[in-house]
């Protein structure tokens, strides 16, 4: 091998490590609470102690979630819409999922768990996501297009699996409360992954226009991108998520102790949650229309909010099953009204193909009345 050879290679490592520095110290942060977690956590009533360990978890989690959207990102640029917001949300999904589980396994039975999640991650997604989106994307043009087929596909998915998992759930409550039966959570989960796979099968087949910007197609299909491009990618994502699993089983510790010990609220942890989730989307979808992709935004957000729906419903009602713990999943009171009034924005938001800063507004009045309403309850 030649000198300017080996030069190469170790001038490529060395760029490839300043880039990808977080994944060292995720694995590290790992390997620390594999090794001493116990002892870490056994001094979380020191305000001081229990502050840094929440704060250099949910900081090490949230880092590396946004690394696994930024490697998304990129394989998106290669593999063209859907298929880009499609690993997008599948991945941070997954993320979800694993979340929730490591929650529900640890200490005492949560049954809202899953339901303040889900609720959490629609709210924030389908008025704050959105609603900075449109405020940014419209603050320097009157307005912004978008293909109004794919938004009506997306709604027309999410406003029926919305209602049937938490509302209706509400009004079916039996005499042990809203743990919905063994048939009603079949039933439910097979409605929400046929209806999932059902628009998987139209957003990748024949219908991918659907979610593709007007007129950009026929560009998308010009782009040629060599397979030894996507590889890295591949592996540094399923890299960065491989701690990211048991780093957030680790963050079950801190989140069981606020709710069980200082008496929290028990939507804390479906906020953190949420939180832990969405953001990394909110960065991408709000890039994207910022610079006038408005289409990528909507595969993002409407996207993620369908994929949580359809796919980490069935996913706790399975892992509930199995661990018997039950879940309550119906929604009470103002939230039961917030989440219906958000659908019906929604509609009226994406119904005609253009958005404008009005509507970007009245999202985010909506996400700031459900953040006051959090801290009432």
Known sequence: MSGDSILSEKTGF??????????????????????????????????IWFAAIFISLFGVVLASALSVV???????????????????????TSIEVMAISAVMTHGENNPTLARDT??????????????????????RRPEQQHNLQGANAYLGLIVPMATL????????????????????????????????????????GRHRHFFAEEGDTGAQHEVQRSRGEVLPHTILLFSYMAPVVFLVEQ??????????????????????????VATPEAISAVRASVANHLQRAINIFLGSVLSTI?????????????????????????????????????????????????????????????????FQQ
């Open 14 to 47: 060395a760029a490839l490590l300043r880039q990808e520095w977080l994944l060292p110290v995720s694995i590290a942060t790992g390997v620390i609470f594999f090794l001493f977690g116990d002892t870490l956590f056994e001094h979380l009533s020191n305000p």
């Open 70 to 92: 930024r490697h998304a990102e990129r394989l998106a640029e290669r593999l063209t819409e859907p298929y880009g917001t499609l690993i997008l949300t599948l991945t941070i």
């Open 118 to 139: 889900l609720f959490a991650v629609v709210m924030i997604i389908l008025n704050g996501m959105v609603g900075l989106s449109l405020l940014l994307g419209a603050w």
């Open 165 to 204: 998992s938490l509302v209706m759930p509400t009004f079916l409550a039996g005499p042990d409360g809203q743990h919905p039966a063994a048939p009603r959570q079949l039933i439910l989960g097979i409605i929400s992954v046929g209806l999932y796979v059902t628009f998987l099968l139209l957003q990748t």
């Open 251 to 276: 963050l079950a510790h801190p989140i069981d102790y606020v709710i069980e010990t200082l008496n929290a609220p028990t939507a804390f942890g479906g906020v953190v949650m949420a939180v832990l």
């Open 310 to 374: 359809g796919l980490t419903v069935p996913a706790m009602l399975a892992i509930s099953h199995i661990i018997g713990n039950p879940v309550t999943l119906g929604l009470e009171h103002e939230n039961l009204v917030m989440l219906l009034l958000t659908l019906a924005v929604s509609i009226i938001t994406f119904s005609s193909g253009r958005t404008h800063l009005l509507q970007g507004a009245v999202h985010l009045v909506l996400f700031l009345a459900y953040v006051l309403l959090l």
